[in-house]
């Protein structure tokens, strides 16, 4: 059975399925191991095109998972009683609030604590999950984040302001009907999520 799951490094994925010719791809990866995957990132890296690489290795999914630090984050988009979604810029690019778990903290403890902290907006109740997305970063090593995402609403936004110490530049809210998610300048894990709204 192929995994429906990709993992996304900048503009670019990793999608799992042992079948070929299910995906127009770039790059078909049999075997994964420590090695190739960091010459693969390092590439990708310094290119400028989009590049799908499928990994067909039995459990490729779980096996490429092994090979990085997993940092669990969860995060939201969030409704509030207008009907408009929130978002953030930061560095540049739009967002959607989200951040690492504390220590011994609830998966939906930590994304209503992070857009409290990173937006200013509270009295936000949890309607369903969304997404559980993966990206690739490099902090001195390579790592991988999973996001658990949850489709959320608020009834106490109006003071909604950036959390400046986090790089937060700005927040906004727009309307739904308004939200041009290919047009967005944003991650490619985000406009996965958008798409579920």
């Known amino acids: 059975m192929g995994q429906k799951y990709k993992i996304f490094y900048r503009r670019h994925y990793f999608v799992f399925d042992h079948k070929l010719g299910k995906h127009q791809v770039d790059l ?9 995957l960091s010459a693969i990132l390092f590439y990708l890296k310094e290119t400028k095109s989009t590049h799908i690489i499928q990994v067909t290795q039995e459990n490729g999914f779980e096996t490429f998972k092994s090979l990085f630090r997993i940092i669990v984050a969860a995060g939201g988009a969030v409704i509030n009683t207008n009907g408009d979604l929130l978002l953030m810029k930061r560095k540049g690019v739009w967002d959607l609030p989200k951040g690492k778990l504390d220590k011994g903290e609830e998966i939906e403890a930590a994304a209503i604590r992070e857009v409290e902290e990173e937006c200013n907006v509270f009295d936000i109740k949890i309607k369903s999950p969304l997404s559980l997305t993966y990206h690739i970063y490099f902090d001195k090593k390579w790592l991988l984040k999973e996001t658990h995402w949850y489709n959320m609403k608020s009834k106490d936004w109006k003071k909604a302001k950036p ?6 530049e700005k927040v906004k809210w727009i309307k739904l009907s308004d939200l041009d998610i290919d047009g967005l300048n944003t ?8 798409n579920q709204l």
Do not use: G, S, T
Not at 28 to 36: K, Q
Not at 187 to 194: D, K, S, T
């Open 28 to 36: 078909v990866l049999h075997n994964i191991n420590v090695e190739l």
């Open 163 to 168: 959390q400046v110490e986090e790089d937060i």
């Open 187 to 194: 991650y490619q894990n985000v406009r996965q999520v958008l």
